[in-house]
């Protein structure tokens, strides 16, 4: 893995005092070793990519209530939700906070874990055409993406039930990740202008904030 990832652990056990540390390794520790297992050794070109991304997370953050989340939430048009791909936890987390926002007139939801390519299947799905199985196998989830497509299935019955538009706004792996990210964001304005949507939730590899 990558040393920005060592580094960070280093960070949790300089905090040995906070009642939480314990718990915070742990978890810490069980998703360097999920996404170890799931991704091997990083290029070096990642680990730039990822040491960037905490160089610019280092920085004070201000905490707020769950209440604040949800209200921000609900009047916000641009969610930007990161994802931790291999900790099912987190797409439980996403589910959670979809589930709590009451206005979804003219949502979209934005995701990277479908290509582009994919977009096809993604409407055969919405229109009751195809199931999640079909979906599975026709997007190639297991080459293209590989984490758990339970933990995401259940976002995408969220969003059929409730008429929220699925986008997939994906390159191909073998792009770069820059190259992925301006690609992305991109896509999403497209189709927040096209669709003229209200609001926009975007589930996105926290790497990528």
């Not at 920085?59 to 921000?72: E, F, G, Y």
Request: aromatic residues 12%; contains cysteine; proline residues 0%.
């Amino acid at each position: 893995m990558s040393q920005s990832l060592s580094g960070q652990i280093r960070k949790i056990r300089k905090n040995e005092n906070d009642p939480s540390y314990s718990v915070r390794l742990a978890l810490f520790q069980n998703l360097f070793d999920q996404v170890h297992q799931l991704t091997g050794r990083n290029s070096k070109s990642f680990n730039q990519y990822e040491m960037e991304y905490y160089r610019d997370l280092d920085k004070s953050w201000k905490t707020i209530s769950n209440n604040q989340v949800l209200k921000s939430l609900e009047k916000s048009r641009l969610i930007f939700l990161g994802d931790f791909h291999a900790v099912s936890q987190s797409q439980r987390t996403h589910l959670r906070l979809l589930r709590s926002i009451k206005n979804l007139n003219r949502t979209g939801l934005f995701l990277e874990c479908f290509e582009v390519q994919s977009q096809i299947f993604l409407d055969q799905y919405f229109e009751g055409l195809i199931d999640l199985n079909d979906l599975f196998e026709k997007s190639k989830w297991k080459t293209n993406w590989g984490s758990d497509f339970d933990s995401y299935s259940r976002i995408l019955e969220w969003a059929k039930n409730n008429r929220v538009k699925i986008f997939a706004v994906n390159l191909k792996k073998d792009q770069s990740l820059r190259l992925r990210d301006i690609y992305s964001a991109k896509k999403i304005k497209y189709w927040i202008d096209k669709k003229k949507l209200q609001k926009a939730i975007v589930i996105f590899g926290d790497l990528h904030i």
